[in-house]
């Protein structure tokens, strides 16, 4: 019901634009977040829009990415600037919160979310 497109290879330093479409559903404003999960490691939250339509993000990307969205369009994006090697991983997009979050870090919890795309990949 979510498919995320816009991965790729880039050089350190590079750019990519993570694009997800929803199909079948309809994004809230809220409740919307980004997510990558590197070979080995745990998927770990990197960008998110909470309940009050402010933008949560991860330290490790915080000044380099940034998250929007068009709710017309049922899209929501990831803008990653900066790459680096570190930054590889699969990128998924999430949707529709199961619960009531507050802290940034309920936004970062995968099982919080209902709808997942299948993922794009991203090598920095």
Wanted: overall charge positive.
């Amino acid at each position: 019901q979510l498919v995320e497109s816009g991965g790729g290879s880039v050089q350190a330093g590079g750019s990519l634009r993570l694009s997800c479409v929803a199909n079948g559903i309809h994004f809230r404003s809220y409740g919307l977040a980004w997510f990558r999960q590197a070979p080995g490691k745990e998927r770990e939250g990197v960008a998110a829009f909470g309940i009050d339509d402010s933008t949560r993000y991860a330290d490790s990307v915080k000044g380099r990415f940034t998250i929007s969205k068009d709710i017309a369009r049922d899209t929501l994006y990831l803008q990653l600037n900066s790459l680096k090697p570190e930054d590889t991983a699969m990128y998924y997009c999430a949707s529709e919160l199961r619960t009531y979050c507050s802290a940034s870090s309920c936004y970062f919890i995968p099982s919080n979310y209902r709808y997942w795309g299948q993922g794009t990949q991203v090598t920095g």
